[in-house]
C-alpha cells in the first residue's frame, strides 16, 4: 500500500521522498504522515493538534515537549522523534559494540564530517541553538550503551566552527569534527572503548549515495522507516528509533488513556 506524506522542507531529503515509489508527496490535509524537515518547532505541534502523524528530523530535546504532548492528546496523533541524522545510526552502532564489551570504564564516539557548501542537514541547515540538542539526545545513548541505567549528568557542550564537544562527566564523550570541501570521506564514526584489559577502536567510512551526502541519506533512511511505526503506534507517544533493532516508548511523552489505534 502506497502511503501518502507531506514533506514539509526542501533540499536533497525532500527530493528522495518525492522520488521513492513507495509513498506519495502530497498536502497536510491529505496526508497520513507529516514529514518534517524544518528547524520549526512549532509547525510539529500545530500538525498534530491537527490529527496528523509526524515524523520530524529534530531531536526530542529541540521540541516543547508539553506542547507536543497536549497537541498529540487533542488531535489522537503520534510523534515520531527520530532525533534522525547520521548519528542515529552511529548510536546503533555503538549500542552493538557496547554489547560485546564488558566492564567499560570509558566511551568516546568521534564523528568525522565533511559539510560543503550545500545544505546538509543539520549541520548548516539549523541554528547553533537547535544544534546542540541533536548531539545531547546521542550521547544519552552512548552513556547508556556502555553503562545502563547508571545515572545521567546534563551533558556539557561546547561547539566550535570546528566541531563540538560533549561529554557526560569523566566516562562518555562525543566528539564532532567539521571540515569544509576537504575530505576524502564525507562521513566517518570512530568508536573507543576503554577498559580495565585495554582500549579498543572500531571506525565505520560511509560513502555519497546516488549522489546524495551519506549524512542526509541516513537521515532520509531514518525517516522513512519511520513511517510504518507511526501510524501502527498509540496516539500521543513519542518514539525515537535509536535502539538497534527496535523501537521503544520515550518516557517523557505518555499516551493518552484510553485507545489504541485499530
Same mark, same amino acid.
Given at each position: 500500500m502506497?502511503?501518502?506524506?507531506?514533506?514539509?522542507g526542501?533540499?536533497?531529503?525532500?527530493d528522495?521522498?518525492?522520488?521513492?515509489?513507495?509513498?506519495v508527496?502530497?498536502?497536510?490535509?491529505?496526508?497520513?504522515?507529516?514529514?518534517?524537515?524544518?528547524?520549526?518547532?512549532?509547525?510539529?505541534?500545530?500538525?498534530?493538534?491537527?490529527?496528523?502523524?509526524?515524523?520530524?528530523?529534530?531531536?526530542?530535546?529541540?521540541?516543547?515537549?508539553?506542547?507536543?504532548?497536549?497537541?498529540?492528546?487533542?488531535g !489522537?496523533?503520534?510523534?515520531?522523534?527520530?532525533?534522525?541524522?547520521?548519528?542515529?545510526?552511529?548510536?546503533?552502532?555503538?549500542?552493538?559494540?557496547?554489547?560485546?564489551?564488558?566492564?567499560?570504564?570509558?566511551?568516546?564516539l568521534?564523528?568525522?564530517?565533511?559539510?560543503?557548501?550545500?545544505?546538509?542537514?543539520?549541520?548548516?541547515?539549523?541554528?547553533?541553538?537547535?544544534?546542540?540538542?541533536f548531539?545531547?539526545?546521542?550521547?544519552?545513548?552512548?552513556?547508556?550503551?556502555?553503562? !545502563?541505567?547508571?545515572?545521567?549528568?546534563?551533558?556539557?557542550?561546547? *561547539?566550535?566552527?570546528? !566541531?563540538?564537544?560533549h561529554?557526560? !562527566?569523566?566516562?562518555?564523550?562525543?566528539?564532532?569534527?567539521?571540515?569544509?570541501g576537504?575530505?576524502?570521506?564525507?562521513?566517518?564514526?570512530?568508536?573507543i572503548?576503554?577498559?580495565?584489559?585495554?582500549?579498543?577502536?572500531?571506525?565505520?567510512?560511509?560513502?555519497?549515495?546516488d549522489?546524495?551526502?551519506?549524512?542526509?541519506?541516513?537521515?532520509?533512511?531514518?525517516?522513512?522507516?519511520?513511517?510504518?511505526?507511526?501510524?501502527?503506534?498509540?496516539?500521543? *507517544?513519542?518514539?525515537?528509533?535509536?535502539?538497534?533493532?527496535?523501537?521503544?516508548?520515550?518516557?517523557?511523552?505518555?499516551?493518552?488513556?484510553?485507545?489504541h489505534r485499530?
Open positions: 502506497i502511503t501518502p506524506i507531506a514533506v514539509l526542501a533540499g536533497p531529503i525532500a528522495r521522498f518525492a522520488k521513492n515509489s513507495d509513498v508527496v502530497t498536502e497536510p490535509d491529505s496526508a497520513a504522515v507529516v514529514i518534517h524537515l524544518t528547524a520549526d518547532a512549532d509547525e510539529v505541534v500545530t500538525q498534530l493538534r491537527a490529527g496528523r502523524d509526524v515524523v520530524t528530523a529534530l531531536a526530542l530535546r529541540a521540541l516543547p515537549v508539553d506542547e507536543v504532548r497536549a497537541a498529540c492528546r487533542a !489522537g496523533s503520534t510523534l515520531h522523534a527520530t532525533g534522525g541524522f547520521g548519528s542515529a545510526v552511529a548510536a546503533r552502532l555503538t549500542r552493538s559494540l557496547a554489547a560485546a564489551a564488558r566492564e567499560i570504564t570509558r566511551i568516546e568521534i564523528e568525522e564530517i565533511d559539510v560543503p557548501g550545500d545544505p546538509v542537514f543539520p549541520w548548516n541547515t539549523v541554528s547553533e541553538d537547535t544544534l546542540p540538542a548531539y545531547a539526545d546521542a550521547l544519552k545513548v552512548l552513556h547508556e550503551a556502555a553503562f !545502563g541505567d547508571e545515572p545521567i549528568e546534563s551533558p556539557s557542550v561546547a *561547539i566550535t566552527d570546528s !566541531g563540538a564537544l561529554t557526560l !562527566g569523566d566516562r562518555t564523550a562525543y566528539r564532532s569534527i567539521r571540515t569544509h576537504a575530505a576524502a570521506v564525507p562521513l566517518r564514526y570512530r568508536l572503548i576503554a577498559t580495565a584489559a585495554g582500549t579498543s577502536t572500531a571506525t565505520v567510512d560511509f560513502h555519497p549515495t549522489a546524495l551526502h551519506p549524512a542526509d541519506h541516513l537521515t532520509y533512511r531514518e525517516l522513512l522507516t519511520a513511517i510504518g511505526p507511526i501510524q501502527a503506534a498509540a496516539p500521543g *507517544i513519542a518514539r525515537r528509533d535509536l535502539a538497534i533493532t527496535y523501537l521503544r516508548a520515550d518516557d517523557r511523552l505518555s499516551a493518552p488513556s484510553p485507545g485499530g
